[in-house]
């Protein structure tokens, strides 16, 4: 399985930008997408993250309001739409996957405090640079 994000680019403040994340080799019915991001010289951020099975989603403050999760469970391809972009949302966005194999329940926002090596499934990142 392999995690491609796509999507990235410069755009200027207040600008929009959709991400996605696809997912080859992947098959499988209940998990979930998150995506970090981290800026130069600071520790990584959660940003969002979506669960396939019910399509609930918790948001970062930060981002609340502004950017949208969603899922193609049949394309297996996720996404991050961000709108009135702030040059503080620049950095490396990653998504990251991780499988619920044996179902049950978590708390989404607990899976941004995940360390990386903790998901099954994690992307190489796309650059998204907003200027003021």
């Known amino acids: 399985v392999q995690l491609v994000e796509s999507g990235g680019g410069s755009v200027r403040a207040g600008g929009s930008l959709t991400l996605s994340c696809a997912a080859s080799g992947f098959n499988f019915d209940d998990y979930a997408v998150a995506w970090f991001r981290q800026a130069p010289g600071k520790e990584r951020e959660g940003v969002s993250v979506?669960?396939?099975?019910?399509?609930?989603?918790y948001y970062a403050d930060s981002v609340k309001g502004r950017f949208t999760t969603s899922t193609d469970n049949a394309k297996k391809v996720a996404r991050l739409e961000m709108y009135s972009l702030k040059p503080e949302d620049t950095a490396v966005y990653y998504c990251?996957?991780?499988?619920?194999?044996?179902?049950?329940?978590?708390?989404?926002?607990?899976?941004?405090?995940?360390?990386?090596?903790?998901?099954?499934?994690y992307g190489q990142g796309t650059q998204v640079i907003v200027s003021s």
């Open positions: 990251a996957v991780l499988l619920f194999l044996g179902g049950g329940e978590v708390t989404l926002s607990t899976i941004l405090s995940r360390s990386r090596y903790e998901f099954d499934y």
């Open positions: 979506i669960r396939s099975r019910d399509g609930t989603t």
